[in-house]
């Protein structure tokens, strides 16, 4: 019988060098700069228990899970991020005046204005 440990591992994203995770389920290292995890330092101090119980309350610990499945509703990026949700529809607004700004900026320097 093959030990698992002697199994060749394959990265979950080979494609990005930084990824450390291996395997499946969600990742719980917090030092991996993907980690949903590592936004929220006190974590280290929990006991395990309580680390278990965040992980599973969220529905990814990876930022590369949650782009690649893409879109969110707000109330869903709220659960992730541990923020409420009008705090999310803030950033959303500011995040699209941002861009709406950004365009504009394009437009003049194309347009040669």
């Not at 969600?26 to 395990?48: A, K």
Request: proline share 6%; glycine share 6%.
């Amino acid at each position: 019988m093959n030990d698992p440990d002697s199994l060749p591992r394959e990265k979950r994203y080979p494609a990005v060098a930084e990824c450390t995770w291996y395997g499946q389920g969600r990742c719980v290292n917090v030092e991996c700069r993907y980690s949903l995890l590592q936004e929220r330092p006190q974590v280290t101090s929990w006991d395990l228990d309580d680390f278990l119980e965040l992980v599973d309350a969220l529905p990814s610990t990876c930022t590369l899970d949650l782009a690649a499945r893409g879109g969110m509703r707000l109330e869903e990026v709220a659960m992730v991020m541990g923020l409420p949700r009008p705090r999310v529809e803030q950033y959303e607004i500011a995040a699209l005046r941002k861009l709406a700004k950004s365009r504009d900026l394009r437009k003049i320097r194309w347009d040669g204005h």
